[in-house]
């Protein structure tokens, strides 16, 4: 194979085992491609590769990548919207044959299609860090540290103190995009199962740090919680959790819904969002 196709935001090198991707730089470029810079995905840690019709006559080259291959993927467990999707080439439309001949090219040359054992992607490299709303968050490789906020971090944080997390301690990362009311990143305790306690408010939890409006973007808070649950995973080879989602008490379904409200009429979150999230909140129920 042993050549590029360029697209809109990004360019595909292919290789006979492998493809590397490069994502451009500029203003108009999803910023989590900029924050990614290039990554190199191994043909094994591929499903499939299809090519559809995309916007304004352009062409849509995508590589479905096997789930549990990429931490990236696995920590944004579908929240991505389809602009931010790394895995997503866009291309003008009279290059539609060349996109064609190259999915059919990399698809004879896939071998497994199901869920992978391991990661097969290498996950962004520490140190990383990010701002969210209630304080920083900072991952060296071996362990993360939060640093509480003293314009936004709730009572209970600053009375826990700033935290500090081993990855041999932890199970999972749960990540809720910056983009969604209640956006958060929460780390999953190992002798908890990796399981959330569904009691605990993201706000007021101190292994949590909250995004907040405008705060925690994507294209910084997401390479973080891939690179924190791939050494999570390395350290511990058995079953890990990116994110884990259970059953809500009722009592805490209740003032998840008077919290909505207090934003809602304080005009912090519009009549839509109020609506989506408050049925959200009811179906969990």
């Given at each position: 194979?042993?050549?590029?196709?360029?697209?809109?935001?990004?360019?595909?090198?292919?290789?006979?085992?492998?493809?590397?991707?490069?994502?451009?730089?500029?203003?108009?470029?999803?910023?989590?491609?900029?924050?990614?810079?290039?990554?190199r995905?191994?043909?094994?840690?591929?499903?499939?590769?299809?090519?559809?019709?995309?916007?304004?006559?352009?062409?849509?080259?995508?590589?479905?990548?096997?789930?549990?291959?990429?931490?990236?993927?696995?920590?944004?467990?579908?929240?991505?919207k389809?602009?931010?999707?790394p895995?997503?080439?866009?291309?003008?439309?009279?290059?539609?044959?060349?996109?064609?001949?190259?999915?059919?090219?990399?698809?004879?040359r896939?071998?497994?299609?199901?869920?992978?054992?391991?990661h097969?992607?290498?996950?962004?490299?520490?140190?990383?860090?990010f701002?969210?709303?209630?304080?920083r968050?900072?991952?060296?490789?071996?362990?993360?540290?939060f640093?509480?906020?003293?314009?936004?971090?709730?009572?209970?944080?600053?009375?826990?103190?700033?935290?500090?997390?081993?990855?041999?301690?932890?199970?999972?990362?749960?990540?809720?995009?910056?983009?969604?009311?209640e956006?958060?990143?929460?780390?999953?305790?190992?002798?908890?199962?990796?399981?959330?306690?569904?009691?605990?408010?993201?706000?007021?939890?101190?292994?949590?740090?909250?995004?907040?409006?405008?705060?925690g973007?994507?294209?910084?808070?997401?390479?973080f919680?891939?690179?924190?649950l791939?050494?999570?995973?390395?350290?511990?080879?058995?079953?890990?959790?990116?994110?884990?989602?259970?059953?809500?008490?009722?009592?805490?379904?209740?003032?998840?819904?008077?919290?909505?409200?207090?934003?809602?009429?304080?005009?912090?979150?519009?009549?839509?969002?109020?609506?989506?999230?408050?049925?959200?909140?009811?179906?969990?129920?």
């Amino acid at each position: 194979m042993g050549d590029v196709l360029t697209g809109f935001h990004a360019a595909w090198e292919f290789a006979s085992d492998s493809v590397l991707i490069r994502y451009e730089r500029g203003i108009r470029t999803p910023r989590l491609f900029q924050a990614l810079g290039e990554r190199r995905v191994p043909l094994a840690a591929l499903a499939d590769v299809t090519v559809t019709g995309g916007r304004r006559g352009s062409v849509v080259l995508r590589a479905e990548p096997r789930p549990g291959a990429d931490p990236l993927m696995d920590a944004a467990d579908g929240q991505l919207k389809e602009g931010s999707d790394p895995y997503r080439l866009v291309l003008p439309a009279e290059r539609a044959g060349l996109a064609e001949r190259r999915a059919e090219e990399l698809r004879d040359r896939l071998t497994e299609t199901g869920p992978a054992d391991r990661h097969l992607v290498a996950a962004p490299e520490a140190p990383l860090g990010f701002k969210a709303y209630d304080g920083r968050a900072a991952f060296d490789g071996t362990a993360v540290r939060f640093r509480w906020s003293w314009t936004g971090a709730s009572t209970e944080k600053w009375k826990a103190g700033d935290q500090s997390f081993a990855v041999g301690d932890l199970g999972g990362v749960e990540w809720r995009s910056p983009e969604v009311f209640e956006g958060h990143l929460r780390l999953l305790p190992r002798e908890a199962g990796a399981a959330p306690d569904p009691s605990a408010r993201p706000d007021q939890d101190p292994a949590a740090v909250v995004f907040g409006r405008g705060y925690g973007p994507v294209h910084e808070s997401l390479p973080f919680a891939a690179a924190v649950l791939a050494a999570v995973r390395a350290a511990a080879p058995a079953p890990v959790a990116a994110v884990a989602a259970g059953r809500r008490d009722p009592a805490d379904i209740a003032e998840r819904i008077r919290h909505l409200g207090e934003l809602h009429r304080a005009g912090l979150v519009t009549d839509d969002e109020f609506s989506v999230k408050k049925a959200e909140l009811l179906a969990e129920l």
